[in-house]
């Protein structure tokens, strides 16, 4: 095991009816900016639970963060904290509108010119407003760290940063709120939670036999889960809160300590909704099965220990059984209804030689923490998935 | 999975060398009182590289913290903080050290009487002087979480409490500090942790995955990594530092978290060590494989799952493969050097008539979470070990 520090001060409250205790949370006269996406919440009934909690403070709302979320949308916000003096930020949706608000509360008190140099240039923000989560929707881990991404629309990037400073004072699970989601998007939660876990496992062994059961122990339940959820016409209450414990456990650092870590498949993965607005998750999708063939040679330890430990594979070669692990994690995705190829949404060629153009204009060797994989191999695993 | 609520801000620094940044975890200008246990600190050389570090701050010294750390040992220490105003506590030992300090952090700030109220009748703390740790025996987890075991030496009483304000603000983990530990201490250890994870694990199925499969994560990992401490003559980081995080996260709160607990075996084995000073660990060893010999039917499920998943058993007949189970721990904790049956220690059927007394006299009609041990049954748990 590698040096490691761990530090995740979010409360969770987690279960059925835990929005009750929402107005308990928040700081007492604070000055709340309430921010969500599309509108969601105002139809499933979250959006009543929330506001009711709200009373006893003064509110203003910001709705409209989008998937993906926008650096000019999230600027927007940043100008009504100022002209509010909002000292408190409640995100209510999934991981766009906290990663969203946690950009606003990052940019809303940097002094040192464009808040976008946060993404650009890793400046390490000094302080931010606090927030708070309600979730509507798992899958980014985004509940329960300090970590956003965000795209600039203007020149079709998407960046991401991390801060302790960042990360919710609390975060509220409620499984039921997850019942009103269309299918695609539980599906894009259970992938996204798979792939979080495979950053953090699915790389170079350093004798980490808690960390990589924990994470055999995520990816194992995703499969169960995610196929239950699948067959389910109705939304189950149980799958529902293991599929959104299982996401938040993904990404709030404790697979992660002490291991080597990789995002490799996130780093292509961004480009492919930079230049075409693919959902997050229906990229990891693409990228991953593509990324973990490239890479199953150098990478047979682990590869082989997931084949044998999460797909319970019963081939005694382990070459083959490596194979057959990356298949049945494709056929896994493709079963939750993901299209894993990229000419089934209309990505050809051009689009890899953009995305290899971009990365070298970044400067960039190679990707991912283990920097194994280089620019070369970056348009292999593409063209593996055209 | 049940409603829970989890918050562990502690932050933890892990790995050889981590004590080198433990200056810059105190508050500047703290007045530092060093707490620590019989001075094996002196030998080891972990005194000299806290010390080192403690040169910025005002440091006063509290040596002698036993094992099951007293309440009129600590009341001393309670009132060294008051004369020198002492504002950080750092505790550098095991979990008897921690957890005295713990007590010394509440009690030096409780206002309403006699600190032992805090034990004997549940008070709530309002308020406790912060406090880190520099670990140096993995088995307790009470360096990542809020709860203290205190004995009273005059009425020969072992009580817990737990509260958020108790929490280190930082524990350092180096698995180097671990090497000079005597065999029987590591041993204590493992079974410590072994025993906290069935605690929270061995009750009732509640279809919690997540935290099922860390669990038996953390079990199997105890067992290996367990099996070659023993084998080893000479302690190797990579073995000590899987058994310190494996220990750590058997008791911080996430495997516990919307599942249904139990704390029997702990009930019934402080006992042990009030009345006959036994260590902690060799309690728990005497008493789980009794425990789960007596709850056997009513708990079939989850111990037909622990007899699957965690011994690998292949027996088809559930019962036989749950006394198997029962058995393989029990043989377990045998081959870790530990005596499970009483008469072993020299303790005898009269110790059990004081105990259901004593239990009797607390108004107990059962024991544990579950309530679902009566007092009857705690007799048969003891004698079925005699």
Chains 1, 2 share one sequence.
Not at 211 to 217: H, I, L
Not at 302 to 319: C, G, M, P, T
Request: hydrophobic fraction near 40%.
């Amino acid at each position: 095991m590698e040096n490691f520090n761990f530090y995740n001060p979010v409360k969770i409250l987690f279960g059925k009816g835990k929005t009750s205790e929402l107005s308990t949370l928040i700081p007492a006269n604070a000055k709340v900016l309430m921010t969500y996406g599309g509108g969601s919440i105002k139809k499933n009934g979250v959006y009543e639970q929330v506001i009711q909690q709200l009373k006893p403070f003064q509110v203003v709302e910001f709705g409209g963060i989008e998937p993906n979320p926008r650096y000019e949308t999230c600027m927007k916000a940043v100008a009504l904290v100022k002209q509010h003096d909002i000292d408190f930020l409640l995100a209510v949706g999934g991981g766009s509108v906290l990663d969203g608000t946690k950009f606003i509360a990052a940019a809303s008190k940097y002094a040192h010119g464009d808040p976008w140099d946060i993404l650009s240039k890793h400046v390490l923000i000094q302080d931010a407003v606090s927030l708070g989560a309600v979730l509507t929707l798992p899958a980014t881990g985004s509940e329960m760290n300090g970590g956003a991404v965000i795209t600039k629309e203007e020149t079709q990037e998407k960046l991401a940063f991390v801060s302790p400073l960042v990360m919710p004072k609390f975060s509220i699970l409620d499984p039921v709120f997850t019942f009103s989601l269309p299918r695609h998007q539980v599906a894009n939660g259970i992938v996204d939670a798979f792939v979080h876990v495979m950053e953090q496992y699915l790389t170079y062994p350093v004798n980490s036999p808690v960390q990589d059961r924990f994470a055999e122990s995520l990816l194992i339940t995703l499969i169960e889960e995610g196929n239950l959820a699948m067959q389910q016409t109705t939304p189950v209450y149980e799958n529902r809160a293991n599929l959104m414990w299982a996401a938040t456990m993904a990404l709030n650092g404790i697979i992660g300590a002490g291991v080597k870590s990789d995002w490799a498949t996130h780093t292509i993965g961004h480009e492919l909704t930079a230049f075409h607005g693919l959902d997050h998750a229906v990229t990891l999708a693409i990228v991953l099965p593509g990324l973990l063939r490239q890479v199953k040679e150098k990478r047979h330890e682990k590869l082989s220990q997931f084949a044998y430990r999460v797909w319970n594979i019963r081939e005694l070669d382990s070459k083959k059984a490596c194979e057959m692990a990356i298949d049945k994690t494709e056929a896994f995705f493709r079963s939750l209804g993901m299209l894993t190829k990229l000419h089934e949404h209309t990505i050809h060629e051009d689009t890899i030689d953009k995305i290899i153009l971009r990365f070298g204009q970044r400067n960039m060797k190679s990707v991912g923490n283990q920097q194994d994989i280089s620019l070369v191999e970056v348009k292999m695993i593409l063209k593996s998935q055209l």
